[in-house]
């Protein structure tokens, strides 16, 4: 079996800088993303993309490149183009590059797959034209293409904001912004700002975003509830209560979303331990202030390990490069408490922004754990909320056994999708205390592999 | 807590002995260190096999099989039992014959269920079977079911017959109390005068504590389930000189097995699986079923279950103490068999016999040279 020192995995703004420190210190180190290039999601292609359509991402964007260019100068190698689709508690990995899948081992491991886009289950949301708003953002980085008969953005985040201003200069009609946090998310949002002003270039940022947007004529919805995508056999419509009227705007295209969660499922099938965090709402994995998971030799870091931003992302990930080159005796503890003590003032800084955010886009209760009966919550195996609680009712008292008895979450994406729909339908049911019996247990392969490229596998010499 | 029986263990031999016993009355109390179902039980391939069974398991393996046939008599609910046969495959004579022998063998011991097809009924079968294969072994009353949906609607009948099963309990050691047995768990003492044994691959734990040590290895078979495929196949499909159990489930995917094993921490209960391993399981199916080389494997599993040295269970009276009944260490076979093993397991218990020759599973194998 191929074998490393260290292995990183995901080249977004965690994975770049933790595999840069470490190979700085003379780790040798390799770095896999399924990308064709590094950036990761938020600097998604940034060393390929146009002079124009950077400009038009913005500055922050843009930064992206100073880290793409000192993780290249290093000794770190780059395999692009590479899914990981197993890790295991002896830090062994199973990867497909080009159709041929191998298996590769690791002295010390950091996962830094990032975030992915909580998925919430509205009625409608299955619909063809209903798509999230990250996916619009891949579409826009990766190739340009933007919707051009115009949209609506509906849910909770700044990320919805973020997009709304990106179209807004790629001159996409947009329909209406609705903001479905509830009101008193302000109220209970401004006890953390005096924390946040600490970091206070992202709020700015907000309402610059939000000014803009307003003066350019764009209507914003605000406290919206009882959200509907409707149509037939494919999107028509958004319907919704707003001061305290239904409404509905005609359109064939909705971007929704609701905020962004961990991508657990690598540190789960590899079997760390997680919990529920109630800020967040979503499944964390359980790390020390080096970012170690609860198995020796794995760390996470970056938005993978709870969501901190890009820029918390790219410090947490140095540290726990540091960490790494202590582990493997290129540094000693007290280089490393040097090395990493800059990072770990400025990631503290840079959090103290995140209680504000968390408490101003809490996402409304009823719309997380009170979907409809009706409402799919599993569209690859399509069960529905109803299934989900007659389980429950039937005396399944956990996500896995709900699992077993209605397949939910057994489909082709393995729960990424309902996971934590189910989790919260369980808590809800259940009493919030039954959350900490976990959420589903993730099995491989996380990534599609084919019969063919399982009998295909190189493992090397297996007998070691 | 008093109880008639106390049950160690809820999965289907622990929970079809619960459901047998309050068929005639008998209230039990099962008692299960995490959740119904959890272990073996629920995660199994499902397979309802007597084609190629271990001589010894054939009585047992056809009133199972008669029991399955009727199982919404039993538990009320239809399990999702699908019988449409399974086949053995031959690639070569020499296989065709021993197959052959094997059948000619149980037709002298009366038993019809087993048969050979030729080659043209093989293909008529299974039509998408790689080119070249000669014959088959064949019964077609085989099939599958859905075990969690087994393991449920056996706890929701022994439930509505008076069983009581305890989740979240964990058994910690047996004693012979004043009247009869005290077990220590978790959750404080249970006292019964007969306890049944249904620990799974954990039941030598108990064995032991008796004095009748047994050499059952915990293992962790592994299983793999495809994406979903338009229909191609009915039956299960295994080959002769190859780990195959091959299935095409109700909703399309399709189940591979074959009791690959993964590496198991059996102290920490986590199982991780074995690609190297797994590999060849890939290349048995794209063997058998070239057509499968582009399907996706959506995802892997390993259950944790016993396995005895000879292969066969455990299943009889405690030979060491009286009022102490033991059935596992199934190794890898025994959902099949669950109905009837409840049903053997309440007639020790109460009659203190049963019809069915249990001989062979009797644990004195073990204690010859003592
Ligand atoms: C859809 C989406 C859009 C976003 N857009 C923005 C934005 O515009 N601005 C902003 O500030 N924040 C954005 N965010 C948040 C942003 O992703 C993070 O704050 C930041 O990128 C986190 O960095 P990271 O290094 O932790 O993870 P990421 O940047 O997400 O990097 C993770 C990398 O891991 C790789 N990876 C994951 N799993 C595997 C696997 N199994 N095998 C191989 N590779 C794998 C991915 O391909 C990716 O390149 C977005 C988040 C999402 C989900
Ligand atoms: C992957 C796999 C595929 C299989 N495929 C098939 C197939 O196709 N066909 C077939 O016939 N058979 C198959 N089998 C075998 C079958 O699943 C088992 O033989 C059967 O389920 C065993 O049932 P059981 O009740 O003995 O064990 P289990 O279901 O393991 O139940 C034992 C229970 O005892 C509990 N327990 C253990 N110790 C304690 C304690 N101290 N206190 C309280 N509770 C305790 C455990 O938690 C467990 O729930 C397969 C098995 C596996 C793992």
Same mark, same amino acid.
């Given at each position: 079996?191929?074998?490393?020192?260290?292995?990183?995995?995901?080249?977004?703004?965690?994975?770049?800088?933790?595999?840069?420190?470490?190979?700085?210190?003379?780790?040798?180190?390799?770095?896999?993303?399924?990308?064709?290039?590094?950036?990761?999601?938020?600097?998604?292609?940034?060393?390929?993309?146009?002079?124009?359509?950077?400009?038009?991402?913005?500055?922050?964007?843009?930064?992206?490149?100073?880290?793409?260019?000192?993780?290249?100068?290093?000794?770190?190698?780059?395999?692009?183009?590479?899914?990981?689709?197993?890790?295991?508690?002896?830090?062994?990995?199973?990867?497909?590059?080009?159709?041929?899948?191998?298996?590769?081992?690791?002295?010390?491991?950091?996962?830094?797959?990032?975030?992915?886009?909580?998925?919430?289950?509205?009625?409608?949301?299955?619909?063809?034209?209903?798509?999230?708003?990250?996916?619009?953002?891949?579409?826009?980085?990766?190739?340009?293409?933007?919707?051009?008969?115009?949209?609506?953005?509906?849910?909770?985040?700044?990320?919805?904001?973020?997009?709304?201003?990106?179209?807004?200069?790629?001159?996409?009609?947009?329909?209406?912004?609705?903001?479905?946090?509830?009101?008193?998310?302000?109220?209970?949002?401004?006890?953390?700002?005096?924390?946040?002003?600490?970091?206070?270039?992202?709020?700015?940022?907000?309402?610059?975003?939000?000014?803009?947007?307003?003066?350019?004529?764009?209507?914003?919805?605000?406290?919206?509830?009882?959200?509907?995508?409707?149509?037939?056999?494919?999107?028509?419509?958004?319907?919704?209560?707003?001061?305290?009227?239904?409404?509905?705007?005609?359109?064939?295209?909705?971007?929704?979303?609701?905020?962004?969660?961990?991508?657990?499922?690598?540190?789960?099938?590899?079997?760390?331990?997680?919990?529920?965090?109630?800020?967040?709402?979503?499944?964390?994995?359980?790390?020390?202030?080096?970012?170690?998971?609860?198995?020796?030799?794995?760390?996470?870091?970056?938005?993978?390990?709870?969501?901190?931003?890009?820029?918390?992302?790219?410090?947490?990930?140095?540290?726990?490069?540091?960490?790494?080159?202590?582990?493997?005796?290129?540094?000693?503890?007290?280089?490393?408490?040097?090395?990493?003590?800059?990072?770990?003032?400025?990631?503290?800084?840079?959090?103290?922004?995140?209680?504000?955010?968390?408490?101003?886009?809490?996402?409304?209760?009823?719309?997380?754990?009170?979907?409809?009966?009706?409402?799919?919550?599993?569209?690859?195996?399509?069960?529905?909320?109803?299934?989900?609680?007659?389980?429950?009712?039937?005396?399944?008292?956990?996500?896995?056994?709900?699992?077993?008895?209605?397949?939910?979450?057994?489909?082709?994406?393995?729960?990424?999708?309902?996971?934590?729909?189910?989790?919260?339908?369980?808590?809800?049911?259940?009493?919030?205390?039954?959350?900490?019996?976990?959420?589903?247990?993730?099995?491989?392969?996380?990534?599609?592999?084919?019969?063919?490229?399982?009998?295909?596998?190189?493992?090397?010499?297996?007998?070691? | 807590?008093?109880?008639?029986?106390?049950?160690?263990?809820?999965?289907?031999?622990?929970?079809?002995?619960?459901?047998?016993?309050? /068929?005639?009355?008998?209230?039990?109390?099962?008692?299960?260190?995490?959740?119904?179902?959890?272990?073996?039980?629920?995660?199994?391939?499902?397979?309802? /096999?007597? +084609?190629? /069974?271990?001589?010894?398991?054939?009585?047992?393996?056809?009133?199972?099989?008669?029991?399955?046939?009727?199982?919404?008599?039993?538990?009320?609910?239809?399990?999702?039992?699908?019988?449409?046969?399974?086949?053995?495959?031959?690639?070569?004579?020499?296989?065709?014959?021993?197959?052959?022998?094997?059948?000619?063998?149980?037709?002298?011991?009366?038993?019809?269920?087993?048969?050979?097809?030729?080659?043209?009924?093989?293909?008529?079968?299974?039509?998408?079977?790689?080119?070249?294969?000669?014959?088959?072994?064949?019964?077609?009353?085989?099939?599958?079911?859905?075990?969690?949906?087994?393991?449920?609607?056996?706890?929701?009948?022994?439930?509505?017959?008076?069983?009581?099963?305890?989740?979240?309990?964990?058994?910690?050691?047996?004693?012979?109390?004043?009247?009869?047995? /005290?077990?220590?768990?978790?959750?404080?003492?249970?006292?019964?005068?007969?306890?049944?044994?249904?620990?799974?691959?954990?039941?030598?734990?108990?064995?032991?504590?008796?004095?009748?040590?047994?050499? +059952?290895?915990?293992?962790?078979?592994?299983?793999?389930?495809?994406?979903?495929?338009?229909?191609? +196949?009915?039956?299960?499909?295994?080959?002769?000189?190859?780990?195959?159990?091959?299935?095409?489930?109700?909703?399309?995917?399709?189940?591979?097995?074959?009791?690959?094993?993964?590496?198991?921490?059996?102290?920490?209960?986590?199982?991780?699986?074995?690609?190297?391993?797994?590999?060849?399981?890939?290349?048995?199916?794209?063997?058998?079923?070239?057509?499968?080389?582009?399907?996706?494997?959506?995802?892997?599993?390993?259950?944790?279950?016993?396995?005895?040295?000879?292969?066969?269970?455990?299943?009889?009276?405690?030979?060491?103490?009286?009022?102490?009944?033991?059935?596992?260490?199934?190794?890898?076979?025994?959902?099949?068999?669950?109905?009837?093993?409840?049903?053997?397991?309440?007639?020790?218990?109460?009659?203190?016999?049963?019809?069915?020759?249990?001989?062979?599973?009797?644990?004195?194998?073990?204690?010859?040279?003592?």
């Amino acid at each position: 079996m191929e074998h490393h020192e260290l292995i990183v995995i995901g080249g977004g703004p965690a994975g770049l800088a933790a595999a840069t420190a470490a190979a700085e210190t003379g780790v040798q180190c390799l770095l896999l993303d399924e990308q064709g290039t590094p950036g990761g999601q938020i600097y998604r292609a940034v060393e390929t993309i146009p002079e124009e359509r950077a400009r038009l991402l913005g500055p922050d964007y843009i930064y992206g490149r100073k880290l793409v260019d000192r993780f290249n100068a290093s000794s770190a190698t780059y395999l692009p183009g590479t899914s990981l689709w197993s890790l295991n508690s002896r830090r062994e990995i199973g990867i497909l590059r080009d159709g041929q899948a191998s298996l590769m081992r690791a002295d010390r491991i950091i996962i830094a797959s990032g975030a992915m886009e909580r998925p919430v289950p509205f009625p409608g949301w299955t619909l063809p034209g209903v798509m999230t708003a990250g996916a619009g953002q891949i579409l826009l980085k990766s190739s340009g293409v933007v919707p051009k008969d115009g949209v609506v953005l509906a849910g909770v985040g700044p990320l919805l904001l973020l997009l709304g201003w990106q179209y807004l200069h790629a001159g996409v009609p947009i329909r209406g912004i609705l903001d479905l946090s509830p009101y008193g998310n302000i109220w209970r949002s401004l006890p953390h700002l005096p924390g946040a002003l600490m970091a206070h270039h992202y709020i700015l940022k907000g309402l610059r975003y939000q000014m803009q947007l307003k003066m350019a004529g764009v209507k914003f919805y605000g406290g919206v509830s009882e959200f509907h995508a409707v149509g037939g056999d494919v999107l028509e419509a958004v319907e919704f209560t707003h001061r305290r009227g239904r409404k509905r705007i005609e359109t064939e295209l909705l971007l929704s979303h609701f905020g962004v969660i961990p991508d657990s499922h690598l540190s789960r099938c590899a079997g760390c331990e997680h919990y529920w965090d109630h800020s967040q709402l979503c499944w964390r994995p359980v790390t020390d202030e080096w970012d170690n998971s609860s198995i020796e030799g794995i760390a996470i870091v970056g938005d993978g390990s709870g969501i901190g931003g890009a820029v918390a992302a790219r410090h947490a990930g140095r540290i726990a490069g540091f960490e790494a080159a202590r582990a493997l005796g290129y540094i000693d503890t007290k280089q490393r408490n040097e090395a990493a003590g800059k990072d770990q003032r400025w990631m503290h800084d840079d959090l103290r922004v995140r209680p504000f955010l968390e408490a101003r886009f809490h996402p409304p209760a009823e719309l997380l754990s009170g979907p409809p009966d009706e409402t799919l919550v599993c569209r690859c195996e399509e069960v529905r909320a109803g299934e989900v609680r007659r389980a429950m009712h039937a005396g399944h008292r956990d996500a896995n056994q709900v699992k077993f008895l209605t397949r939910c979450g057994m489909g082709p994406c393995q729960g990424r999708q309902c996971d934590n729909a189910v989790s919260q339908l369980v808590a809800r049911e259940l009493g919030d205390e039954k959350m900490i019996s976990g959420g589903y247990r993730i099995r491989p392969p996380i990534r599609p592999l084919t019969i063919e490229q399982l009998a295909g596998l190189d493992v090397g010499d297996a007998s070691q | 807590m008093k109880a008639d029986v106390i049950i160690i263990g809820g999965g289907l031999q622990g929970l079809s002995t619960a459901l047998h016993l309050g /068929r005639r009355g008998v209230k039990s109390i099962v008692l299960e260190k995490e959740s119904p179902g959890r272990h073996a039980s629920g995660v199994n391939a499902g397979g309802l /096999r007597q +084609l190629n /069974r271990h001589m010894a398991e054939i009585p047992l393996t056809v009133e199972a099989a008669r029991m399955w046939k009727n199982i919404r008599e039993l538990v009320d609910g239809d399990c999702d039992v699908v019988l449409r046969g399974q086949v053995r495959v031959a690639e070569s004579d020499v296989q065709l014959k021993k197959l052959q022998a094997r059948v000619d063998m149980l037709r002298a011991q009366g038993y019809e269920h087993e048969q050979i097809i030729d080659q043209e009924t093989l293909y008529r079968l299974v039509p998408r079977l790689v080119e070249g294969c000669v014959g088959a072994l064949y019964n077609p009353d085989d099939g599958s079911a859905r075990p969690f949906h087994a393991a449920t609607a056996f706890r929701h009948k022994a439930i509505a017959l008076g069983a009581e099963i305890r989740s979240g309990v964990e058994v910690l050691g047996i004693e012979e109390g004043g009247d009869g047995w /005290r077990v220590e768990t978790s959750q404080g003492s249970f006292t019964a005068a007969n306890v049944a044994n249904c620990a799974g691959a954990w039941a030598n734990r108990f064995a032991s504590m008796l004095g009748e040590p047994v050499p +059952l290895k915990p293992q962790a078979p592994t299983l793999m389930v495809t994406e979903r495929l338009p229909h191609f +196949l009915d039956l299960t499909v295994g080959a002769e000189g190859y780990q195959l159990s091959f299935k095409q489930m109700q909703n399309g995917t399709v189940i591979i097995g074959g009791a690959h094993l993964a590496k198991l921490d059996f102290e920490q209960e986590k199982s991780v699986i074995d690609f190297a391993t797994l590999k060849t399981s890939a290349q048995t199916v794209t063997r058998f079923f070239p057509h499968m080389a582009q399907v996706r494997i959506v995802r892997t599993w390993a259950g944790i279950e016993g396995f005895m040295a000879d292969g066969i269970p455990v299943i009889g009276k405690s030979a060491k103490a009286a009022g102490i009944f033991h059935a596992f260490g199934f190794s890898a076979h025994g959902f099949q068999l669950s109905p009837v093993v409840g049903r053997i397991m309440s007639e020790l218990i109460l009659d203190g016999k049963t019809d069915l020759p249990i001989e062979p599973f009797d644990i004195r194998r073990f204690q010859k040279t003592e």
